[in-house]
């Protein structure tokens, strides 16, 4: 079992930032993957960004240039670093770890944008 812990959600005006964090239970050494996925009302949760083990990482398009994910494997964390927020970015952000064939979530944190 992994238990993961989101933390850094907020009300951002457009054009604002925030850093999303999300802390797990196990080394990082032991997650071959790291990811943020994020849900808006009405919507399916999709894959904002990942991280593997290697340092591969991957963002949807609609966050490229935006948005950076990143990973302190000795803390056991996962960033995501979000600069000029819109506010199609409103939605829950999720943090999502992936240890062999088992994936975890954590509960999610609220990032709003709105002026």
């Known amino acids: 079992q992994v238990q993961l812990v989101e933390s850094g959600g907020g009300l951002v005006q457009p054009g604002g930032s925030l850093r999303l964090s999300c802390v797990a239970s196990?080394?990082?050494?032991?997650?071959?993957?790291m990811s943020w996925y994020r849900q808006a009302p009405g919507k399916q949760r999709e894959l904002v960004a990942s991280?593997?083990?290697?340092?591969?990482?991957n963002y949807a398009d609609s966050v490229k240039g935006r948005f950076t994910i990143s990973r302190d494997n000795a803390k056991n964390t996962v960033y995501l670093q979000m600069n000029s927020l819109k506010p199609e970015d409103t939605a829950v952000y999720y943090c999502?770890?992936?240890?062999?064939?088992?994936?975890?979530w954590g509960q999610g944190t609220q990032v709003t944008v709105s002026s």
């Open positions: 196990r080394s990082g050494f032991m997650i071959s993957a």
């Open positions: 999502n770890a992936r240890v062999s064939t088992s994936v975890y």
């Open positions: 991280a593997t083990l290697g340092g591969s990482t």
